[in-house]
């Protein structure tokens, strides 16, 4: 069956610091894709990156960075430099290519930052 | 902004009624999906409609049914309505019916059922 576990509920930094967000999945397919999104208090779900099974090259995106090991079902996140502005929950999620599974996301419970100043 | 539109925003009613969101996705995608949120169940995947067809069903309640338009917008229609489906409803949309795009969200229809 497919899961994704973000193991950290809550996690407070200050400002600054660099913080990384743990995404551990499960799936029996071979093909799949792993997603972030962000959810900061306003409410709406940010997309922030796709990967596919085939890519393990890791990808960095100005202070945001991403470190996907197959060998581990791990697809981390890591915030350099945090802001302020970073604060929000971020949500890993799974989605199979297979044909009766459509699109759908698996989302992990969500990992809660808080960057103080 | 994604580009994906719900209405209405907020949405106050008691239990036993009958509520309908409505979803327009972005322009040029024909999927659309339809999660919940909830403090106890998290984000969960309800139904995806592709190009006016059901593609994908999820954990959706039989009191909650849903369909997508010949302009691609989509209704969830949500009946007799009890406490626990007070919850942040999130329409998606994304250019094809598989896993391989990414999905953009809409802003979500908190519903708040009393």
């Known amino acids: 069956a497919q899961k994704v576990t973000q193991a950290q509920t809550e996690i407070s930094v200050v400002e600054k610091e660099d913080v990384t967000l743990d995404c551990v999945y499960e799936t029996r397919d071979t093909t799949y894709y792993l997603f972030w999104y962000k959810q900061p208090p306003s409410g709406e779900l940010v997309f922030l990156i796709r990967?596919?099974?085939?890519?393990?090259q890791n990808e960095i995106s100005g202070r945001y960075s991403w470190n996907f090991q197959k060998s581990t079902s791990s697809f981390n996140f890591t915030i350099t430099a945090s802001q302020v502005v970073d604060s929000a929950v971020y949500f890993c999620a799974l989605s199979e290519d297979l044909y009766n599974q459509g699109g759908k996301l698996i989302f992990g419970q969500g990992t809660e930052l808080s960057v103080k100043p | 902004d994604s580009g994906v539109t719900q209405t209405p925003k907020h949405l106050i009613t008691a239990t036993g009624q009958r509520v309908t969101l409505r979803c327009s996705p972005r322009?040029?995608?024909?999927?659309v999906y339809w999660y919940q949120q909830s403090l106890d169940q998290g984000l969960q995947f309800l139904i995806q409609?592709?190009?006016?067809?059901?593609?994908a069903k999820g954990n959706i309640l039989e009191r909650f049914s849903a369909q997508q338009f010949p302009d691609l917008h989509s209704e969830l229609n949500l009946s007799s309505l009890e406490l626990g489906d007070s919850a942040l409803y999130f329409c998606?949309?994304?250019?094809?019916?598989?896993?391989?795009?990414?999905?953009?969200f809409g802003p979500g229809t908190r519903l708040t059922v009393t």
């Open positions: 998606a949309s994304s250019p094809r019916s598989m896993g391989s795009a990414e999905q953009y």
């Open positions: 990967r596919n099974s085939f890519d393990e």
């Open positions: 409609y592709y190009n006016g067809e059901e593609r």
């Open positions: 322009s040029g995608d024909l999927s």
